[in-house]
């Protein structure tokens, strides 16, 4: 829902060239909420807007934009302002942003740039994408071990508009090695002690990542540890940046859509439902609908190949999609209950013992339940098979005895369903891939051909016996 | 994975009574280094450990210990003692943990505790679980209105202790009413300028959330505006505390692995996989796959409707499995795209139009493929239909013109999926329920059925045509 409040009087300021109104209207509120109520706004318009605020601001509400209004703006103003707009942006967010815009507009505006900031853009676009160091932000405060915490306190101020935060601040030795963190809480807690080294009261023990480690790892430190942000490193140790709390709450919103989307086969998408082309989207669907369907095609062969039991009482057809689904769906229970607990870090592969005992006990009892269900409905269902006469071509219902297929094959199926769905993404990340392939549509195809080979089995052995 | 690395030199520390080792050990690494290294030890060893340690130290290794253990030190350590380590705490840690405990015990712990403290246990709580109120901790940095940047800075300089964040600080009135914001960013960046008054600076459009909002409400706007904390106010705008950054992101987790559970049909889960009893988790499941069976039923009454297609064409039955799950994987991706779109705000009730023409497209296509495959595959079954004596009592197999039913069908079915699956969750939310209730299982089911009619029908008049 667009917010329209604010539109009619930023269209009248910008009709009348109101540079004052516009900087006071972009100067009062939080950059966020300007930024909300010019999504009405076209590209052009909501530049009319910010290009009448201070520079600082500018930026801040810049950053709050939605992505393509972003890039629409870098591409059609002035090659010069575009630029400044850009450097006034955080490392991290102006390597996102720039890898978006078009290529010729790029080009154009690297060499306005200041070359130590093309200097940091090019070496964070040297990181894949979803890495540490793709993701991290070079403005970190630096201090070097002699100082005080007077001294620390008036080099953060100085620098504190530049960097991305000021409450972390990382010291270093003369060769950019990481030697330990001081908070702005202890700074302050301190502030009464002027004097005092920030050697004393740094700690020395620093959790940090590497810049080529996984995001979803640094989203899982900065979790454990309750920080506001985290140190990135290279192998020899020196500080290259830090990852903000702000990105880390991103990459967690962005790492669980795409595991939701993982779980029901669709592969990861760069941008938004509605933003993503509608042939990008078609391709990663269509991947994974065509494995899936060359998976269920041998359910063709299992039931071709059990034609004796269905000739012999096609009333097992009539159960056939309840038998199937009830699997698949204790089946994609157990597979999702495993892989969330596998990804908030509470279950290793090495569990999977306790998880063979509580699918089992699961299995047992939820089949069960179906069990008692299915043989009610199979039994309503006998109940009629008097009153139909075979003669006129019609299904030969079951009796009372043969519909006993149905409760014992729930049971079985929702054993099977159990055990394949918590085992199957264990497997799976032991050798080492990711358990959410093994999630619900494969667990649902494995389960669908078990459960056509169970009910035929079943039915074969009841029938003999019934017969 | 426990890690054992210095379980051997903890446990003799704890044999010969070392309580200087101990201590050191406990203040030299990072509070959760400290409680992960002691995840091996027994509560009785735990307590042993941080014991030795500074207490505000002893407080931040608690708050890192699994809440078993923690559960476990309070009930069996002297009432005095685990009084204490309660009270060190921060209040939304302490009301967490005592609503876990044996109530004899905080019956017997609550008369030891400051007043103070005893009051604004009871008062969080009196909100409901995944409310703002139950989450926020009470202990915020409020200042007077009347402090200049020195006064300012003094004050929190005295109070960093006892504060959860020093980072964001409060600006109210003599009633406690929220007047504005002020950061230690502002305060340190204005340090050079003492004497200004803080109201000069501080931010007084200050985004708060109201002590009875959902949790969710809360995540999302701390993921917007990129706060580090976020303060909770009550109908009068007093301001009750704060919620910061780390319980947000427990919050997100949290979230997405109930969507995640209640995508497959499982009830929202107090603890953990492998920590819920085994008859809460079969309760939580049973109860959906009973909904999910009944529903399923239908699809009996839909075959038994249809038996003259069936009795007609019995290898039909062949190809039903495989048109069911190209149904139900169409639309749970459909689904889950639409679902995981709303959640992070990408995607409104109002975009129904959107998702309409977008899973229109997407169904056409996706199931154009599929046809193209399923035509195959039927083609290839047909194939053998001339090699087989019907009179064994054989399946008659199709020809290739009574194929066509199979990729008729399929893109029938992909279309009736993408489109169920995109607008259902809409529907839902459009009356007010949780789209994640219309998700995969659900979408699946009615596909299931709509699967069966559409292949049924289709059937009939190919085969009236063919015949």
Not at 399 to 425: H, K, M, N, W
Request: glycine residues 8%.
């Amino acid at each position: 829902m667009i917010n329209t409040l604010y539109l009619p009087e930023l269209r009248e300021m910008l009709v009348d060239n109101d540079q004052e109104g516009l900087r006071d209207f972009c100067a009062v509120l939080h950059p966020a909420r300007v930024a909300e109520f010019m999504e009405g706004l076209s590209a052009e318009e909501t530049w009319g807007v910010i290009n009448a605020a201070d520079p600082d601001k500018r930026a801040e509400i810049f950053g709050y934009l939605a992505d393509e209004k972003q890039v629409r703006i870098v591409e059609t103003t002035g090659r010069a302002e575009a630029t400044q707009l850009v450097v006034d942006l955080p490392a991290d967010d102006r390597a996102d942003l720039l890898s978006d815009v078009d290529e010729q507009v790029v080009e154009e505006i690297l060499p306005l740039m200041p070359q130590e900031d093309r200097r940091e853009l090019l070496r964070i676009w040297e990181y894949p994408e979803g890495s540490a160091g793709a993701l991290m932000t070079t403005e970190v405060a630096r201090l070097s071990e002699s100082l005080t915490v007077r001294e620390a306190m008036e080099t953060i101020c100085r620098k504190a508009t530049s960097h991305e935060t000021v409450y972390y601040n990382y010291i270093v030795d003369s060769e950019d090695h990481l030697r330990g963190l001081i908070s702005a809480r202890q700074l302050i807690t301190h502030f009464l002690e002027p004097d005092k080294p920030i050697t004393d009261l740094m700690q020395r023990d620093v959790v940090s990542v590497l810049a080529t480690d996984d995001q979803e790892l640094v989203a899982e430190k900065v979790a454990k540890y309750d920080f506001i942000a985290i140190p990135v490193v290279d192998h020899q140790h020196r500080l290259l940046g830090i990852i903000t709390h702000d990105d880390i709450i991103d990459v967690m919103r962005e790492e669980a859509t795409e595991d939701a989307h993982l779980s029901v086969g669709v592969g990861p998408l760069d941008q938004g439902y509605l933003e993503t082309h509608w042939y990008a989207l078609a391709w990663k669907r269509g991947v994974w609908l065509t494995v899936l369907f060359f998976g269920a095609l041998l359910t063709i062969f299992a039931l071709h190949s059990y034609e004796t039991s269905l000739n012999a009482a096609p009333w097992l057809v009539l159960f056939l999609p309840l038998v199937i689904s009830s699997g698949g769906n204790t089946g994609n229970q157990s597979a999702t209950l495993v892989i969330t607990a596998m990804t908030n870090g509470e279950l290793k592969v090495t569990d999977w013992l306790r998880v063979m005992r509580r699918e089992l006990v699961m299995g047992l009892c939820l089949g069960g339940l179906l069990a008692m269900f299915g043989y009610l409905c199979a039994l309503i269902v006998s109940h009629f098979s008097g009153l139909v006469d075979p003669i006129d071509g019609g299904i030969v219902l079951p009796t009372a005895l043969e519909a006993t297929v149905v409760p014992i094959t729930l049971l079985c199926v929702a054993l099977c369903g159990a055990l394949c769905g918590g085992l199957l993404p264990l497997l799976f990340k032991g050798m080492g891939l990711d358990p959410a392939l093994m999630s619900n549509p494969f667990v649902a195809g494995i389960v669908d051909i078990a459960g056509i080979v169970i009910y035929m089995t079943v039915a074969l052995s009841m029938l003999q016996v019934a017969g």
